[in-house]
């Protein structure tokens, strides 16, 4: 056999065995083959392809919060460039290593164009993109118990750049809030009022994703996109809670009450108000507790070619 021994005592033809006290000099590394000399190395249709790299490759960074603290996250990065046709491949690990230059800055979007210059120098592509993606913390306090807890947002900074160099920046931001139906509300009303019946109206967690372009030399930071939508939406869901804040919240809940689309519209009038903020798309989805499928919207600013209302992944705001 080729790699076993067999039974009858043979050694194998190929012997296995790792040489940990190998050392590899220039010389040996200038020998080892490089797929980028292959004349035949391209597979199907040589043609240009518009993302190709690597995603979801993990390492901590760091990012500053409003009030100046520096946090250590656990980042996934998907880095990705153009190929143009004729060309074998990219080297991925030129990608992940641009990254390990630059661990010890503070990453913000800005921070951003620079890597996807490196990328275009670096792998010869003409366009590029990155994506950091982390669990953003900021302690918030109780309705009324004056308990505070962190509440965790799903966050990513989204840098690309064009052929022309063009660099544009992006936040996308994941907010969790109750929804109370206003139909329901009135329906339990009604049963109440009419036949003395106790009813509830239906109440569900919901996600919105805000992705917000922000514009040219300006800055916007987490916490400022939590209160635009916690001022629009009032409902986020709570950390830490007593009775009272229990209470609150169904008070709020009552108060704030909302179908998918007036939280979508909500969450335009905040937007739109920040001058930072050059284009939005918004996508919001109620998970029902009165069917079984669930209640969605989406909303763009409606720049002239700028962000669509063209949001499909819904099954990632299931929360």
């Not at 792998?123 to 918030?140: D, H, K, M, T």
């Not at 809030?177 to 019946?197: I, Q």
């Not at 209160?227 to 709570?238: F, I, N, S, W």
Request: net charge positive; glycine share 8%; hydrophobic share 40%.
């Amino acid at each position: 056999m080729f790699l076993h021994r067999t039974a009858g005592g043979i050694e194998p033809l190929i012997a296995r065995g790792f040489q940990a006290k190998f050392k590899s000099d220039a010389a040996y590394r200038e020998s080892l083959p490089d797929m980028m000399e292959a004349v035949d190395a391209i597979g199907g249709a040589n043609v240009p392809i518009q993302q190709v790299g690597c995603a979801n490759f993990r390492l901590p960074l760091k990012f500053k919060a409003k009030d100046g603290r520096v946090l250590t996250l656990e980042t996934a990065v998907t880095g990705t460039v153009s190929l143009e046709a004729n060309l074998k491949g990219i080297n991925m690990g030129r990608i992940m290593r641009t990254f390990y230059e630059h661990e010890e800055k503070v990453f913000s979007p800005d921070l951003l164009r620079r890597i996807l210059e490196q990328y275009r120098r670096k792998i010869v592509a003409f366009e590029a993109r990155v994506r950091l993606s982390f669990s953003y913390p900021i302690l918030q306090p109780s309705l009324r118990s004056g308990l505070k807890g962190w509440q965790y947002y799903k966050v990513t900074f989204e840098g690309t750049m064009d052929r022309e160099g063009r660099f544009r920046k992006f936040i996308e931001f994941d907010f969790v809030y109750s929804s109370t139906c206003p139909c329901s509300a009135e329906l339990a009303e009604h049963a109440r009022r009419t036949r003395g019946v106790y009813a509830t109206p239906h109440a569900q967690r919901s996600k919105a994703r805000v992705k917000v372009e922000i514009a040219a030399g300006r800055t916007l930071p987490i916490e400022d996109l939590q209160r635009h939508c916690a001022e629009g939406l009032k409902t986020e869901t709570q950390v830490m809670v007593k009775r009272e804040d229990e209470q609150a919240f169904a008070e709020l809940n009552g108060t704030y009450i909302k179908f998918v689309e007036d939280a979508a519209r909500l969450l335009y009038r905040e937007l739109a108000g920040d001058k930072r903020i050059a284009d939005f798309q918004i996508a919001c989805s109620h998970l029902e507790s009165l069917h079984s499928h669930d209640a969605v919207s989406v909303i763009c600013k409606g720049v002239p070619g700028g962000l669509r209302a063209d949001f499909t992944d819904f099954g990632s705001l299931v929360c």
